[in-house]
């Protein structure tokens, strides 16, 4: 038996929130993964997933990004690298490395 | 990405779009093999910024975000792109320079076979920047300037921006850094394009892309602010017309247009119209092999946290996360119904898309302004600036067998 006890936990919001859609195409289908969508609320992400996938599903489900735990069997597939080192710049640094144009 | 000085200018009698169709087995199979090409993917390195454009598709952020890939992760990610073949990363952001491992990142992209160019504001890319770019094997950096300078700054937030932009594209230039334009097409900027193309080509670009805006990320709020049909068509007939003047005196610039394939068909019309049915036809034949709209197919995106887009514009949806699943396995799950119909749109197409004579070098151009505009993923794009006589009838030309393969590139 497999442990499942490698939990995939970065976040998945680019702008707001994100929700998991599952859809199935016909009544004897399995429910199946089929992305997420953003959306500010749940009746945004029906409507944004059924935009995306009515024309060919009779059941779809969408569940916050945030409240669905993600685990895998092994180590996740990017290694263990934890999200958002300091390789990126600071606010002050990214305003005093901007180049207006000064020494043209 | 088609290439109007290359169509317009380059393609001769002898040309490639000629020989390359050159109809006996070999060449079909070798058209069957380029469908089976990967997608060139832009990866937003981060969110972060340090402007604040009003059309940005990220909508970037001066603070850095939740959830950024690492660099060990991003590492990850490169093996990953190079095990599937893709074969270009364009790190792109956010701004991806504000990461101080970019440089890393480009190298290990070398290192594994995946060719890295970079799109950037420009404004981050001091001399010692330029040069550990270049250093680091970057290939090419695409620069966004969006009009003459008080346009430009106005758009994007910071005073200075263009004087910045122009400053980055020296440098880059000083270290022996192909670089080229990014200019994304607006009603507020479409006067300054030639402006634009006068003042960098004295500076030694010459290369120039100019993006359609994809109606994705902060962009949906200036939907409104977008060029007009008809005022898309006036600009990409300059585009056409400052492209061939540029040639005609010697100076042999490259342009290119991005974003909405339903240029491909004006091109078909302008050649007619301008040059000759000979060219037209030329034009079309290689338009017809580099295959129409390139969304979830030769384009894909994998946004700052690893979700896996259809294209760099289209963030409010993803496919899946590169830290549940590789890219490969998520591009190649064929059980997304989103995924298949896109891959065979031209079944779904509806309006004047299903029956256009253009269909085969469209595509029915943006499927996502038609979901934005029309809430119907398969509806004409409401940015086909093509006249209804124009889209009417058979095909321009007898093709013989159909074909929807080419290249690609998102730089
Ligand atoms: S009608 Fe549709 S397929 Fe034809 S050129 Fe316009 S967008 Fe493209």
Known sequence: MEEFDHEVDAPRGATSREWEVFVREDTADPLTHVGSVSAPSADIAREQAAALFARTAVTMWVCPADETHRYQSDAATLGSGKAGDDATMSVDEMESETLRGENR | ?411
């Open chain 2, 1 to 411: 990405m088609i290439s109007v000085s290359k169509l317009l200018c380059d393609l001769d009698a002898e040309g490639d779009g000629l020989r390359y169709d050159a109809a006996n087995e070999s060449t079909k199979r070798q058209i069957r093999d380029e469908k089976q090409r990967r997608p060139v993917v832009v990866w937003n390195v981060t969110k972060q910024c340090n402007l604040y454009c009003d059309h940005c598709y990220a909508a970037a952020d001066t603070e850095i975000a939740d959830g950024e890939l690492s660099t060990a992760e991003g590492k990850s990610l490169l093996d990953d792109l190079a095990d599937y073949g893709a074969p270009v990363v364009l790190f792109s952001g956010g701004e991806p320079l504000v990461r101080q491992d970019l440089e890393e990142l480009v190298t290990y992209a070398n290192e594994v076979g995946v060719r890295p160019v970079l799109s950037t504001n420009g404004t981050l890319i001091t001399e010692e920047r330029a040069q550990s770019l270049k250093d680091a094997g970057l290939k090419y950096a695409g620069v966004s300037v969006d009009g003459l300078p008080e346009r430009n700054d106005d758009f994007r937030g910071v005073d200075g921006a263009f004087e910045g932009a122009v400053q980055g594209i020296e440098n880059c230039l000083d270290a022996g850094l192909k670089t080229g334009l990014r200019y994304t097409i607006t009603e507020r900027n479409a006067a300054d394009l030639e402006g634009v193309v006068d003042l960098l080509t004295d500076v030694g670009v010459d290369r120039f892309c100019f993006y359609h805006l994809d109606y994705g990320g902060r962009g949906t709020e200036i939907v409104d602010a977008d060029l007009t049909p008809e005022d898309r068509r006036q600009a990409v007939k300059r585009v056409c017309d400052m492209t061939r003047e540029y040639h005609d005196r010697g100076e042999e610039i490259e342009t290119l247009l991005v974003g909405n394939y339903a240029d491909a068909a004006y091109l078909v019309e302008y050649a007619r119209e301008h040059m000759s049915d000979a060219q037209a036809q030329r034009v079309y034949e290689y338009l017809r092999v580099n295959g129409g709209d390139p969304t979830g197919e030769r384009v894909a995106d994998v946004d700052y946290q690893g979700n896996v887009h259809l294209t760099q514009f289209w963030q409010g949806y993803s496919l899946g996360n590169v830290r549940d699943r590789s890219f490969g396995d998520i591009w190649e799950d064929e059980s997304n119904p989103l995924l298949t119909a896109l891959r065979n749109r031209e079944e779904h197409l509806t309006g004047k898309c299903a029956d256009c004579r253009y269909a085969e070098v469209c595509r029915g151009a943006s499927r996502l302004r038609a979901l934005t505009v029309e809430d119907d993923l398969f509806a004409p794009d409401p940015q086909c600036y093509l006249e209804e006589e124009e889209v009417h009838g058979p095909p321009p030309f007898d093709t013989g067998e159909n074909s929807m393969a080419g290249e690609s590139s998102a730089d």
